[in-house]
């Protein structure tokens, strides 16, 4: 069988909530950006639910929607509102898929043509099962948190579903890097105070680290010390920490100086990169592939990889760059590659990380393992 990737390296986002830690990693991963992510942390039936009483005048019936009643300006918003529907329309607390195999998927089927019987099936059944699990618990209270614009599409609740449960989600993305197949795997972390005795437990394994704070919130920004000494207490000694502003659009909207970044990062021995989920900024490959040049320091580690400061000179290629990295890191990519020979390193690797990977390219998947 054809081996899936040479190198797996884990890395690791951390940040308060709404610093925008998912946008980051959808944009890097798919290139992607939904403005309106689902909390990492956040249970449906908080945010959706306060999405739901904003827009209760255009849900009738117990939430039920008809061609008439509901408005779709969007077609994110349209399975979105859907999925509404099925958690807080005439349901019981322990819906199952099986309870949605009624008239009433129909209608809402027949309401959205882009909502497709699998995916509906799929969404129920996980919301069946998450139910089951929460119909005790009391309801999450929003806390720091924002409360999102709409909820996020079909598509993306099913990693959503399961990150609610430990408050972790990963996503992969495979780099060849001088004909080596680098796996980047990228947990992305609830900010959620309650879900961080479940999310040190990734710290261990992290070889990568990422400090996501929000250029518009000062407030993030002074949690990012919180963030540092957890990092120190908990993740091995060893590990790449890298600070990153994003949001870096919101030029109107700043609250933290650059130079405060900067002055933080060089405090804490840390890399620093302003960034923007939305414009692509210092997230993408392109930006790789775009020859910058990072290593001022002339060592470092793969997880640089994903993120490249803006100012550094065009002239070095990209071939340049995986040289630099995989001399800074020889000694790791040797011993690393004496395992890549070993079919069984290798499974015990996939084992450790409790992943199901079916090894389908690079796309992305959930996990709450
Ligand atoms: N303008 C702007 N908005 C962004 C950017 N990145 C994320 N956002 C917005 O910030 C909000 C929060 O983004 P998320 O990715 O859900 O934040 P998070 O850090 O994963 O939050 P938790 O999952 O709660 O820990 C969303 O409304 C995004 O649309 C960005 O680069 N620019």
């Not at 069946?128 to 618990?137: L, R």
Request: some cysteine.
């Amino acid at each position: 069988m054809a081996k899936q990737y040479d190198v797996l390296f884990r890395l690791l986002l951390l940040g308060d909530s709404g610093v925008g830690k998912t946008c980051l990693l959808c944009r890097f991963t798919d290139n992607e950006f939904h403005p309106s992510h689902i909390s990492t942390h956040r249970a449906p039936s908080v945010c959706d639910h306060s999405w739901m009483l904003r827009n209760q005048a255009r849900v009738k019936n117990n939430g039920v929607p008809s061609r008439s009643t509901i408005k779709y300006p969007s077609q994110g918003l349209q399975e979105g509102r859907v999925l509404c529907v099925l958690l807080f329309g005439p349901y019981p607390a322990q819906t199952t898929a099986r309870d949605l195999s009624s008239p009433t998927r129909r209608q809402v089927q027949g309401s959205d043509p882009l909502v497709h019987r699998g995916e509906l099936q799929h969404v129920a059944a996980e919301l069946g099962s998450y139910k089951q699990a929460h119909t005790s618990s009391p309801p999450l209270t929003l806390g720091n948190s924002r409360v999102v614009e709409g909820p996020a599409p079909l598509k993306e609740l099913g990693s959503r579903a399961q990150a609610m449960r430990g408050g972790v989600d990963f996503k992969m993305k495979t780099l060849v890097i001088d004909g080596i197949k680098v796996r980047i795997q990228i947990w992305d972390t609830a900010g959620q105070e309650r879900y961080q005795t479940i999310t040190k437990q990734y710290y261990r394994r992290a070889q990568g680290i990422f400090l996501v704070y929000d250029i518009t919130s000062e407030r993030s920004f002074q949690h990012i010390m919180k963030w540092a000494s957890d990092v120190d207490e908990y993740a091995p000694d060893k590990v790449q920490k890298i600070l990153v502003g994003n949001k870096s659009d919101e030029v109107d909207k700043r609250q933290v100086a650059t130079e405060q970044g900067i002055k933080l990062a060089r405090a804490y021995g840390m890399d620093f990169y302003e960034t923007s989920a939305f414009t692509n900024h210092n997230i993408t490959e392109d930006c790789v592939m775009g020859g910058n040049d990072p290593f001022s320091d002339g060592a470092s580690y793969l997880s640089r990889l994903v993120l490249i400061p803006a100012a550094v000179p065009p002239s070095k290629t990209f071939t340049r760059l995986a040289e630099q990295v995989l001399a800074a890191n020889k000694k790791d990519l040797d011993l690393l590659r004496m395992s890549i020979n070993d079919d069984f390193n290798l499974a015990a690797l996939e084992e450790e990380e409790g992943l199901c990977d079916s090894g389908a390219g690079d796309q992305g998947k959930g996990c709450w393992c």
